[in-house]
């Protein structure tokens, strides 16, 4: 079992930046991806960005790629997604996932707001 805690959200203005962590646990933590997704009122749940957890391939949609970057941190079991020039389209609950053993695992999500 994972269990995967996200951290970072919060209210910004146009332009301006935000970090989000996500951290996991469990008595065996190995995945072979992480994602990030996000879900905007209603609106689909939709992928941000992602990446293997080993090696240095990463994944991102269209819309943030040049803005947002994701990356690891194995020692805390920790994946990051720093977010840059945010726009308002950009609000959503931030969801952190993982693939383990081709199970999917969720976090509870945090709340990105941007204001214009």
């Known amino acids: 079992q994972v269990q995967l805690v996200e951290s970072g959200g919060g209210l910004v203005q146009a332009g301006e930046s935000l970090r989000l962590s996500c951290t996991a646990s469990?008595?065996?933590?190995?995945?072979?991806?992480m994602d990030w997704f996000r879900q905007a009122p209603g609106e689909e749940r939709e992928f941000v960005a992602g990446?293997?957890?080993?090696?240095?391939?990463?994944y991102y949609t269209d819309s943030v790629k040049g803005r947002f970057t994701i990356s690891r941190d194995y020692a805390n079991n920790t994946v990051y997604l720093q977010m840059n020039s945010l726009k308002p389209e950009d609000t959503a609950v931030y969801y952190c996932?993982?693939?383990?053993?081709?199970?999917?695992?969720w976090g509870q999500g945090t709340q990105v707001t941007v204001s214009s």
């Open positions: 469990g008595r065996t933590f190995s995945p072979e991806r």
């Open positions: 996932t993982a693939i383990q053993q081709d199970q999917r695992y």
């Open positions: 990446t293997r957890w080993s090696g240095t391939s990463t």
